[in-house]
């Protein structure tokens, strides 16, 4: 299995353009949270309805941390960071909301999708998760590794 930094690597391989990299500074978190947005509007099991935040927006949240654990203790719990405040919008947006979470989540998906092809188009390479669906982890990572690299939390 690669390293962490072995994907982190390899995404930027199709990710030097500058119009590219800054959609996908934009898109790839609206993406995240519309998965966890998604993942928390489907019912759960009566098991499962032990408390509000045990869904599966959650358990994907743990699981995808198993991942990211292998890009360094860093990027860990910045992901863990981000997924926990995207999950807290989520439960707020969940309540305030004057439509259904899911279809909110869709409108900005459909977006944020056309925003990463549109990134990809200027960079003249198809996006990596064509090759490998983990790098639709990646991305998020990705960008984690660049903000911790500029404030000097890695080198």
């Known amino acids: 299995m690669k390293s962490g930094q072995?994907?982190?690597?390899?995404?930027?391989?199709?990710?030097?353009?500058?119009?590219?990299k800054l959609l996908h500074w934009i898109c790839v978190p609206a993406?995240?949270?519309t998965v966890l947005a998604f993942l928390w509007s489907i019912p759960v099991p009566e098991p499962m309805q032990i408390h509000p935040w045990v869904n599966w927006a959650t358990v994907f949240v743990l699981i995808a941390q198993v991942f990211y654990i292998t890009f360094g203790f860093a990027i860990f719990l910045t992901m863990l960071i981000v997924s926990a405040l995207m999950l807290l919008f989520t439960?707020?947006?969940?309540?305030?909301?004057?439509?259904?979470?899911?279809?909110?989540?869709?409108?900005?998906?459909?977006?944020?999708?056309?925003?990463?092809?549109?990134?990809?188009?200027?960079?003249?390479?198809?996006?990596?998760?064509?090759?490998?669906?983990?790098?639709?982890?990646?991305?998020?990572?990705?960008?984690a590794n660049y903000f911790l690299r500029k404030i000097r939390i890695i080198s």
Request: glycine share 6%.
């Open 31 to 33: 993406i995240m949270w």
């Open 6 to 20: 072995e994907w982190i690597a390899e995404y930027s391989e199709s990710h030097r353009n500058p119009t590219n």
């Open 91 to 143: 439960a707020w947006l969940e309540q305030v909301a004057p439509f259904a979470l899911w279809q909110i989540a869709l409108v900005v998906f459909i977006i944020a999708w056309i925003g990463q092809f549109i990134g990809h188009h200027f960079e003249g390479k198809k996006p990596s998760f064509f090759k490998d669906l983990l790098f639709l982890f990646v991305g998020p990572a990705w960008e």
